[in-house]
T-cell receptor, first 112, second 112 residues
Framework: DVKVTQSSRYLVKRTGEKVFLECVQD?????MFWYRQDPGLGLRLIYFSYDVKMKEKGDIPEGYSVSREKKERFSLILESASTSQTSMYLC???????????FGQGTRLTVV | AQSVTQLGSHVSVSEGALVLLRCNYSSSVPPYLFWYVQYPNQGLQLLLK??????LVKGINGFEAEFKKSETSFHLTKPSAHMSDAAEYFC??????????FGTGTRLQVFP
């Protein structure tokens, strides 16, 4: 089975800090995604990447950036964390279009 | 741009009753459609998907969904609910842009 690993399950950061959320997949999948999950809002796409060094904005990219230097790793960066970015962050990896996306366990980020 | 609407943020059924979770999509091209389930404190797991071919799709745990192009719907059903089905369910759509877009989710409660 594809494994998607997010570096932390729980994270507490201070307002204004630069925050890195790391995601690694082990199945050589081209597509990788970052979502945030909030009650009543479902999963909202922040950024996705369809190849190394390639990225596209999702529906809510403001306040975030991403990095994909290697195929297996997709990092989400909060340049200056704010309390509004307190959320559950989910990473996913997907092979060819129409195939199953595999999710990590999520990182619950709290910004204080 | 594609989008997903899930009608009903909460659905409650009795054990043994029919489960019906609604999903409508918007896509300018023939879509790929997915249903995912999320159990408490876990990541998302694929229930079933529609890509091409047969419009009635069977998934895990006795769930199935029917793709109806004329109604732009992909509703999820299960003939007889079980207590273990209590979870949050997400419908998702993907088209030719490689983006994977989710709905806001439906929380299913099953009463004894």
């Amino acid at each position: 089975d594809v494994k998607v690993t997010q570096s932390s399950r729980y994270l507490v950061k201070r307002t204004g800090e630069k925050v890195f959320l790391e995601c690694v997949q082990d199945m050589d999948h081209e597509n990788m995604f970052w979502y945030r999950q909030d009650p009543g809002l479902g999963l909202r796409l922040i950024y996705f990447s369809y190849d190394v060094k390639m990225k596209e904005k999702g529906d809510i990219p403001e306040g975030y950036s991403v990095s994909r230097e290697k195929k297996e790793r997709f990092s989400l960066i909060l340049e200056s964390a704010s309390t509004s970015q307190t959320s559950m962050y989910l990473c996913a990896a997907q092979g060819p279009q129409g195939t199953e996306a595999f999710f990590g366990q999520g990182t619950r980020l709290t910004v204080v | 741009a594609q989008s997903v609407t899930q009608l009903g943020s909460h659905v409650s059924v009795s054990e043994g009753a029919l489960v019906l979770l609604r999903c409508n999509y918007s896509s300018s091209v023939p879509p790929y459609l997915f249903w995912y389930v999320q159990y408490p404190n876990q990541g998302l797991q694929l229930l079933l998907k529609y890509t091409t071919g047969a419009t009635l799709v069977k998934g895990i745990n006795g769930f199935e969904a029917e793709f109806k192009k004329s109604e732009t719907s992909f509703h999820l059903t299960k003939p007889s609910a079980h207590m273990s089905d209590a979870a949050e369910y997400f419908c998702a759509v993907s088209d030719d842009t490689d983006k994977l877009i989710f709905g806001t989710g439906t929380r299913l409660q099953v009463f004894p």
